[in-house]
């Protein structure tokens, strides 16, 4: 038996001669899809970096490139459908425009969908963007990696990836500390006795406030010219145990702000003692009763 002979054998209704040729046309198919792909990242990649600089949105990029890559794998699978005897008004189908967003709809679920949507907003709108430093829902706190089709990443303190869908991004309270102004204003409080002289301790905490490297002078030109202090402390609680005092202390930074509000409690606590301030705490006294 010849090799044209093998390749007319017929399987299941299949020639071998036409399973070998639909297994070398999908692999070319492959091959090449897998081949452009490759292709449209570099340039994606090469475009954010031209000359050291920022040549595009890195967000936008980022989405677009994952849009148009899903696309080529799209026209890849109708490419390889075309080759399939019955299948190629499937195909046709699926290459045009009315086609492709028929299959979306069928093939993803509800869910898919609008995570979808919620990044389109997401770019388009622009409450936040990539590098951008945000706390959602008083829960998550991180800056934005990654906005993908379904979901924004965001690494928080501890170096750890939190996926978060796209269609909570939208319904959620987003804090964004980039946006506008990155002034940020640190609430440095601590509680005093009683019997504390509290103007004494007010200008001990805004003494110590002043002295920390990482404070800004937020004042207008008005509130200069009206005397109001750099940093303003106030009485904010009279508690069960101690009266509060807050001060105000701003600093150029979210973290900048956060790394001063911790170096303050710190030294203000050692101001306090060595001034003899007294810092009270909850205390409970236990009577045992004579039996």
Same mark, same amino acid.
């Given at each position: 038996m010849n090799l044209n002979e093998i390749l007319d054998t017929t399987v299941f209704g299949l020639s071998l001669r036409w399973v070998a040729m639909f297994c070398l046309k999908a692999a070319v198919i492959y091959l090449f899809v897998r081949a452009v792909t490759a292709f449209i990242k570099y340039l994606f990649r090469r475009s954010l970096r031209r000359q050291g600089k920022l040549a595009i949105d890195e967000t936008k990029a980022g989405f677009v490139r994952q849009i148009v890559v899903a696309v080529v794998y799209i026209i890849g699978t109708a490419a390889v =459908? $075309? =080759?399939?005897?019955?299948?190629?008004? !499937? &195909?046709? &189908?699926? =290459? @045009? &425009?009315?086609? /492709?967003?028929?299959?979306?709809?069928?093939?993803? $679920?509800?869910?898919? =969908? $609008?995570?979808? !949507?919620?990044?389109?907003?997401? /770019?388009? $709108?622009?409450p936040f963007k990539v590098g951008d430093f945000v706390m959602v829902d008083d829960i998550v706190t991180g800056t934005v990696v990654e906005i993908t089709l379904r979901h924004t990443v965001i690494r928080n303190a501890e170096n750890r990836m939190i996926l978060i869908p796209n269609s909570k991004m939208n319904s959620s309270t987003v804090v964004n500390s980039?946006?506008?102004e990155t002034d940020t204003c640190a609430f440095v409080e601590v509680g005093v006795a009683y019997s504390t002289d509290l103007d004494r301790a007010m200008a001990l905490m805004a003494d110590e406030a002043l002295r920390h490297p990482l404070i800004t002078d937020h004042r207008s030109e008005a509130d200069r010219k009206a005397g109001v202090p750099q940093v303003v402390v106030r009485v904010m609680a009279l508690g069960d145990s101690a009266?509060?005092?807050?001060?105000? @202390?701003?600093? @150029?930074?979210?973290?900048? @702000?956060f790394t001063m509000k911790c170096d303050l409690l710190k030294s203000v606590k050692e101001r306090f003692d060595r001034e003899g301030i007294e810092i009270p705490y909850p205390y409970l006294n236990v009577v045992k009763a004579e039996g």
């Open positions: =459908l $075309s =080759l399939i005897p019955g299948m190629e008004k !499937v &195909s046709n &189908s699926i =290459l @045009a &425009s009315a086609g /492709i967003g028929a299959m979306a709809v069928g093939l993803a $679920s509800q869910d898919a =969908l $609008s995570n979808i !949507v919620g990044g389109l907003f997401i /770019i388009f $709108s622009r980039s946006y506008g009266i509060t005092l807050r001060a105000w @202390a701003w600093a @150029a930074t979210p973290g900048g @702000a």
